[in-house]
C-alpha cells in the first residue's frame, strides 16, 4: 500500500487505457463484434467475452478456431469496426463518472494526462465528443496505427511517453486487461489494475501496484490532494 501511495504522489504520467478503463464502450465493442459475426451466421456469447476479447485480447482468433470457423479474422476485424463506428456515432456513451474528477485531480498534481489504446484515435475522439467529455483536459491521445503493434506489445505506451518526453518509470498506467498490463510491464510502467465488474472475477499474474475499483482510485486521490 506504501508503494502504492508513493508512486501516487511521485507519478509525472499517467496513462489511461481507453476501452472499459476511461469509457464505458465495452459492451458496444461486444454489441459490434456480435454483429460481425453473425454476418457469417455464427453467434458469440457475452458470457464469454469479456475474459477473451477484452482480456486476453484474441477473442476472433480463440472463436474462429474453438469452432472451426471458415472466416477470415481480418474481415471479422473490418466489419466489427465499421459496426462499432455506427454504435458510437449514434450516442450517447459514458465515460465512467469518476473519469473526469480523476483526470483532474492527476492534472493538479502536476502530472500529464493522456489515453494510449489499442482504439483508433478516429474512435476514441469520437467517443469522448459524444460522451460531453473535454478534449483540453487531456495532454495527448495515442491510438492504433500501422507503426505501432497493439497489446500486449508496449509500443503503444512507449510512443506516448516519447512523444510526452517522459521516461516510463515516472509513469502509472491504468488498465483492465491482462493484455494491458503485459503492455504496461514490457514498457517498465507502473500499473494499475482498474476493476469494473466486466472483470469481476478474471485474474492476472502481471505485475500491478493495486487492483482498484474506479471510485476507491478517486478516494485515494482526493485523500492526496488534502495532505
Known amino acids: 500500500m506504501q508503494q502504492f501511495f508513493s508512486s501516487l504522489i511521485t507519478a509525472k504520467c499517467f496513462l489511461w487505457d481507453f476501452d472499459g478503463c476511461f469509457a464505458d464502450t465495452e459492451r458496444l465493442h461486444f454489441l459490434a463484434y456480435r454483429s460481425a459475426f453473425a454476418e457469417f451466421g ?3 456469447q457475452e458470457s464469454d467475452y469479456y475474459s477473451t476479447f477484452t482480456h486476453l485480447g484474441d ?3 480463440r472463436e474462429i478456431v474453438i469452432y472451426g470457423l471458415k472466416i477470415a479474422e481480418e474481415e471479422v476485424s473490418r466489419l466489427k469496426n465499421q459496426r462499432y463506428l455506427e454504435l458510437i456515432r ?7 463518472t469518476e473519469t473526469l474528477p480523476l483526470v483532474r485531480l492527476m492534472r493538479s498534481r502536476g502530472a500529464k494526462v493522456a489515453i494510449a489504446s489499442n482504439s483508433s484515435e478516429e474512435e476514441i475522439r469520437t467517443v469522448l465528443t459524444t460522451s460531453g467529455f473535454p478534449l483540453n483536459e487531456l495532454d495527448l491521445i495515442v491510438g492504433k496505427n500501422a507503426e505501432l503493434r497493439k497489446k500486449p506489445a508496449p509500443d ?11 521516461a516510463p518509470e515516472t509513469a502509472i498506467v491504468l488498465e483492465d486487461s491482462n493484455r494491458g498490463l503485459m ?5 517498465k510502467c507502473k500499473a494499475l489494475w482498474m476493476k469494473t465488474p466486466n472483470n469481476e472475477g478474471l485474474e492476472t499474474s502481471e505485475p500491478h501496484l493495486q ?15 488534502s495532505v
Open 42 to 44: 455464427h453467434v458469440i
Open 59 to 61: 477473442g476472433t482468433r
Open 90 to 96: 449514434k450516442g450517447p456513451v459514458e465515460c465512467f
Open 156 to 166: 503503444i505506451f512507449l510512443h506516448a511517453l516519447k512523444l510526452l518526453a517522459l
Open 183 to 187: 503492455a504496461a510491464a514490457a514498457a
Open 211 to 225: 487492483a482498484i475499483s474506479h471510485s476507491e482510485l478517486l478516494a485515494a486521490m482526493q485523500n492526496l490532494s
